[in-house]
């Protein structure tokens, strides 16, 4: 089976950096995505992570470590725009391409 | 704008009804996905189409059918669904094996009432 775990609600102050982590137990590895979903629209892809190290992509960075099953993404400058659900998805099964995703992690953001 | 369209956006359905969502991707892509998002879980994987043939059906009741009649489209057909099939149902593509991410819709909120 496959475990996906992340905290549930996370609150951060404008300008600030927030730290959202993800662990996950899965029978294999094939990728680490991460989404941000706004209320009432789709997630929309952030990053992807397959091998061990820090991806970096403007204000926003996820990391990955495969022996340790964590990754965590990294969000700077927060704004308030950023105030959003972040769902954490592993490919799991050796060849399968579809993801697990975890419950999400809600950021709110305040002044 | 993702490149995958859903509709209708919103529906409110009886018990007794029967009802289709329809998905449509504009991305080339070879895989369709349905999942369902219901507050405070995860997203649940429904079905999976890989080149129009199904590949995943992740023990959903009967009262959901999905139909893959090419690579563009996707419809969840439903019928004499319950209140706890309230959610929102999202529809995604991807390009496998080498894709790096799946694509979503914005979703079909559903309500039976």
């Known amino acids: 089976g496959q475990n996906i775990d992340q905290p549930t609600e996370m609150t951060a102050t404008e300008g600030a950096i927030v730290q959202i982590n993800c662990t996950y137990q899965t029978s294999g590895f094939n990728g680490l995505f991460w989404y941000q979903q706004h209320a009432g629209e789709a997630p929309t892809f952030l990053s992807y992570n397959v091998l061990d190290g820090l991806e970096e992509k403007g204000r926003f960075s996820s990391f990955l470590s495969r022996s340790k099953g964590y990754s965590y993404l990294l969000l700077k400058e927060l704004q308030m725009k950023d105030s959003a659900s972040y769902l954490c998805?592993?490919?799991?099964?050796?060849?399968?391409?579809?993801?697990?995703f975890g419950r999400g992690t809600s950021l709110i953001v305040h002044p | 704008e993702t490149g995958v369209t859903q509709t209708p956006r919103h529906l409110v359905m009886g018990m007794t009804n029967k009802k289709s969502l329809k998905c449509e991707q504009h991305l080339g892509h070879n895989a369709m996905y349905w999942y369902k998002q219901s507050a405070k879980k995860p997203l649940e994987l429904m079905f999976v189409?890989?080149?129009?043939?199904?590949?995943e059906n992740n023990s959903v009741p009967s009262r959901f059918s999905p139909e893959c009649p090419n690579s563009s489209h996707l419809f969840l057909h439903l019928h004499t669904l319950q209140p706890e099939d309230s959610a929102l149902y999202l529809c995604?593509?991807?390009?496998?094996?080498?894709?790096?991410?799946?694509?979503f819709g914005q979703g079909t909120r559903l309500t039976v009432v």
């Open positions: 189409y890989s080149l129009e043939e199904r590949v």
């Open positions: 998805a592993v490919k799991g099964h050796r060849g399968s391409y579809i993801p697990t």
């Open positions: 995604a593509s991807s390009q496998e094996p080498e894709s790096k991410a799946a694509f």
